[in-house]
């Protein structure tokens, strides 16, 4: 089975760009999660999508946001890139099928992230 | 405000020492813990997970990790490092209500190996 991928591997942007970032979970997951990784901060979560649905959302700005299509696929998008926002995104699918018994864990397979820098 | 801390940012140990790195999360409810490795280069991967029943819970590599409630600790240990442990460590909990779950992670802990 192929894991989780992430394009593109690496991205450099300027200030006030936008980005969009695409991952392709493991077949038949159904939902997605997006973390931001960076020295001293670990992984903070973005969000988490689930059948098309943003199920849950983390504490980031309303630049950052991301959508999920029919086959599962999910994009995110960050609007007027800050300095700040120079990371690495990692993307992270689960078969979670929602509910309190059967949604919580379920493990996440990590993609190989997209490190981007805004310069 | 859930959360996850890992005390040890980063570890420095000779192969063959006993390793443990511990991890808190703050919490009320139900809980389910895991950690995850991440070597460098390589993804993420998962380490070993608790959900319920024996809070002695074994992972691969020879990494094992214990929950203890009553001090909402999760720590994990290895009784003797190689240099191949040398990886980035990161500690996670899940909750959330019906229909809903998120991963919070700790900061992570950096372990060198020393050969």
């Known amino acids: 089975k192929a894991g989780v991928t992430q394009t593109p591997r690496y991205l450099i942007k300027t200030r006030g760009q936008q980005v969009t970032l695409s991952c392709s979970p493991i077949s038949g997951h159904r939902s997605v999660s997006w973390y931001q990784q960076t020295p001293g901060q670990g992984l903070q979560f973005l969000f988490e999508?689930?059948?098309?649905?943003?199920?849950n959302k983390g504490n980031f700005p309303g630049r950052f946001s991301g959508r999920q299509f029919s086959n599962s696929r999910s994009e995110m998008n960050v609007s007027t890139l800050e300095l700040g926002d120079s990371a690495l995104y990692l993307c992270?699918?689960?078969?979670?099928?929602?509910?309190?018994?059967?949604?919580?864990?379920?493990?996440?397979?990590f993609g190989p992230g997209t490190r981007l820098t805004v310069l | 405000a859930q959360s996850v801390s890992q005390h040890n940012h980063h570890v420095i140990l000779s192969e063959a020492a006993s390793l443990e790195l511990g991890c808190n999360y703050s919490?009320?409810?139900?809980?389910?813990l895991f950690w995850y490795v991440q070597y460098p280069g390589q993804h993420l991967q998962l380490l070993l997970k608790?959900?319920?029943?024996?809070?002695l819970v074994k992972g691969i590599k020879g990494f094992e990790a214990e929950f203890i409630k009553s001090k909402f600790s999760f720590n994990l240990r290895k009784p003797s490092v190689q240099w191949s442990d040398t990886a980035e460590y990161f500690c996670?909990?899940?909750?959330?209500?019906?229909?809903?779950?998120?991963?919070?992670f700790g900061t992570g802990t950096r372990l060198k190996v020393l050969a």
């Open positions: 992270a699918s689960s078969l979670a099928k929602g509910g309190v018994l059967s949604g919580r864990g379920n493990e996440q397979f």
């Open positions: 919490y009320g409810g139900t809980v389910n």
């Open positions: 999508y689930f059948s098309e649905t943003q199920r």
């Open positions: 608790y959900f319920s029943g024996d809070p």
């Open positions: 996670a909990v899940t909750s959330g209500g019906s229909g809903t779950y998120k991963y919070i």
